[in-house]
């Protein structure tokens, strides 16, 4: 599910094609961003999503030279879910800054704290590679998750009608029903990985 290079497009080319794009992300968007509370929103991330941000960043800063698209590629492509997950992207949205940093405080180790329940099944989130980016006492704004699912768990969650989203931290609990379009994506979504 990953991307390589022959999955882009030329920044010429694409920037005929980027309203297109930038439609069927919006549209894509639409249904996949979840508002957890009044503090955080997640994103879960397709294929489309992510191809959509390496495409914006070569039409942006005009590039095209093949090992920097490389690496641009290795660095997104972590976003993507492996075989048997979800990925989201989780958001801490606390508009002053003050505030964001009293509540960051509060929540180390959020990224392996939330979770997705259906039919009396956890799965809880991890975030690679996330003790470099964690301090002692100090959390992102922002995590990159995946969820992962044994085959056991993956065929239940695809015949699964109800989904919530649980961040169950020490210190911050919220849970939020996902709507059923959302349900009905990430199924398809986990159905081909």
Known sequence: MKLTKSDLIPYQEYQ???DKFLKEV???KKVLRVNIS???SGLFETKLTVFYQIQEMIRAEQISDPTYIEEMLNVYNELLPDK???SMTLFIEIPVQEDLRAFNKTIVGIEN??????DNIVITS???DDEEKEEENYTQSVHYLHFPFTEEQKDQFLNANQ???KVNHPN???EKELPDELIQKLQEQLSKN
């Open 163 to 165: 989904v919530t989203l």
């Open 26 to 28: 919006i549209e894509e």
């Open 113 to 118: 704290h939330v979770q997705l329940l259906f």
């Open 38 to 40: 009044d503090k955080m």
């Open 126 to 128: 991890y975030e690679p």
């Open 84 to 86: 048997n997950e979800l």
């Open 172 to 174: 911050y609990q919220v």
């Open 16 to 18: 005929k094609l980027h």
